[in-house]
């Protein structure tokens, strides 16, 4: 079989040159989207996304801070920031760069946003409302790959998908949203059993377990789509991914590369979201 390879890079510039004409439709009404990235210390892979993310905006006409906070800081000051932030007009995203230290609670961290800026959707508003289906921000990189696959003109409805990861951030909601484009849905963690069993099942997969190479092409179902989330430095300094690119060449009938497929789609929909929800404050400020 042929496989051919999902270009995220260019998916994502296509989309991005469509939200460059919502930010200037924005713009005509006096709104310039804003968005505030924290991070907590110096990180250094957190400082390479956070860097990109800030580029990204710079390159999408939207208004960034990027708020690096010592690593001597403790919760309530991060806290603190936060609430400034909620307060400020300029801001319609703000996103707590991941991971924080030990002893933050993430769980109050991601409460103390505003749910109508919290452009990552981990507030548990916003957890709630992708979970009954009504959503309103969804995470950046499940809902990229929700992206990808429309692109690509793949259709989850009565497919059966299974996705290798259960974290909040990728493996939960993008399961969530498999499920309500009417896919059957498997969601496997590390405590599965031959995981292998449950992968040739699918014929949409998604593997996002931060495990390099995990899925080789003796787990992939012929003719399945496999969208590869991980990304993973090797002791040579190479990225990889969760899943085997060169082994299911030949196996899957599509796979994203890993760099270039869901890494630059995660960033497009940060933007994506910030600008959304501008687009929302702006509605909301003509309605009062
Ligand atoms: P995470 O919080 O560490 O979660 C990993 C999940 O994978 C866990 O649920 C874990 O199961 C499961 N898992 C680990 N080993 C497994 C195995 N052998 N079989 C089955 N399940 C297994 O990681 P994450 O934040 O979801 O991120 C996952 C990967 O995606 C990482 O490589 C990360 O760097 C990458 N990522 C990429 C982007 C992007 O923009 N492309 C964005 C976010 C994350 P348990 O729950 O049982 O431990």
Same mark, same amino acid.
């Given at each position: 079989?042929?496989?051919?390879t999902?270009?995220?890079?260019?998916?994502?510039?296509?989309?991005r040159?469509?939200?460059?004409?919502?930010?200037?439709?924005? +713009?005509?009404?006096?709104?310039r989207?804003?968005?505030?990235?924290?991070?907590?210390?110096?990180?250094?892979?957190?400082?390479?996304?956070?860097?990109n993310?800030?580029?990204?905006?710079?390159?999408g006409?939207?208004? +960034?801070?990027?708020?690096?906070?010592?690593?001597?800081?403790?919760?309530?000051?991060?806290?603190?920031?936060?609430?400034?932030?909620?307060?400020?007009?300029?801001?319609?995203?703000?996103?707590?760069?991941?991971?924080?230290? +030990?002893?933050?609670?993430?769980?109050?961290?991601?409460?103390?946003i505003?749910?109508?800026?919290?452009?990552?959707?981990?507030?548990?508003?916003?957890?709630?409302?992708?979970?009954?289906?009504?959503?309103?921000?969804?995470?950046c990189?499940?809902?990229?790959?929700?992206k990808?696959?429309?692109?690509?003109?793949?259709?989850?409805?009565?497919?059966?998908?299974?996705?290798?990861?259960?974290?909040?951030?990728?493996?939960?909601?993008m399961?969530?949203?498999?499920?309500?484009? +009417?896919?059957?849905?498997?969601?496997?963690?590390s405590?599965?059993?031959?995981?292998?069993s449950?992968?040739?099942?699918?014929?949409?997969?998604v593997?996002?377990?931060?495990?390099?190479?995990?899925?080789?092409?003796?787990?992939?179902?012929?003719?399945?789509?496999?969208?590869?989330?991980?990304?993973?430095r090797?002791?040579?300094?190479?990225?990889?991914?969760?899943?085997?690119?060169?082994?299911?060449?030949g196996?899957?009938?599509?796979?994203?590369?890993?760099?270039?497929?869901?890494g630059?789609?995660?960033?497009?929909?940060?933007?994506?979201?910030?600008?959304?929800?501008?687009?929302?404050?702006?509605?909301a400020?003509?309605?009062a």
């Open positions: 079989m042929q496989t051919r999902i270009d995220g890079s260019a998916i994502a510039r296509e989309l040159v469509g939200l460059l004409k919502r930010v200037a439709t924005l +713009s005509a009404s006096g709104i989207p804003g968005l505030a990235v924290i991070r907590v210390g110096n990180h250094p892979a957190s400082s390479v996304y956070v860097r993310k800030i580029k990204a905006c710079g390159e006409g939207i208004y +960034s801070q990027d708020l690096q906070l010592p690593d001597t800081t403790d919760e309530s000051t991060l806290l603190g920031q936060i609430r400034i932030l909620n307060n400020d007009p300029r801001i319609h995203g703000i996103l707590v760069q991941l991971p924080l230290p +030990s002893a933050f609670s993430a769980e109050r961290v991601f409460e103390t505003n749910p109508l800026k919290d452009v990552d959707g981990f507030h548990p508003t916003n957890v709630g409302l992708l979970a009954t289906g009504h959503p309103r921000f969804v995470p990189t499940p809902l990229g790959v929700m990808l696959l429309e692109h690509e003109r793949v259709d989850p409805e009565g497919r059966h998908a299974v996705v290798v990861g259960r974290s909040n951030i990728v493996g939960k909601p399961a969530l949203l498999l499920l309500q484009k +009417s896919a059957t849905v498997t969601i496997c963690n405590k599965t059993p031959d995981l292998g449950m992968t040739r099942e699918a014929e949409i997969l593997v996002a377990a931060g495990k390099p190479k995990l899925v080789t092409a003796a787990m992939v179902r012929p003719g399945a789509v496999v969208i590869d989330v991980g990304i993973n090797l002791a040579d300094g190479k990225l990889a991914g969760d899943v085997d690119y060169e082994s299911v060449l196996t899957a009938a599509r796979v994203t590369p890993v760099p270039g497929g869901v630059p789609m995660t960033i497009a929909m940060l933007l994506e979201n910030t600008i959304a929800s501008a687009e929302r404050a702006l509605a400020n003509r309605a």
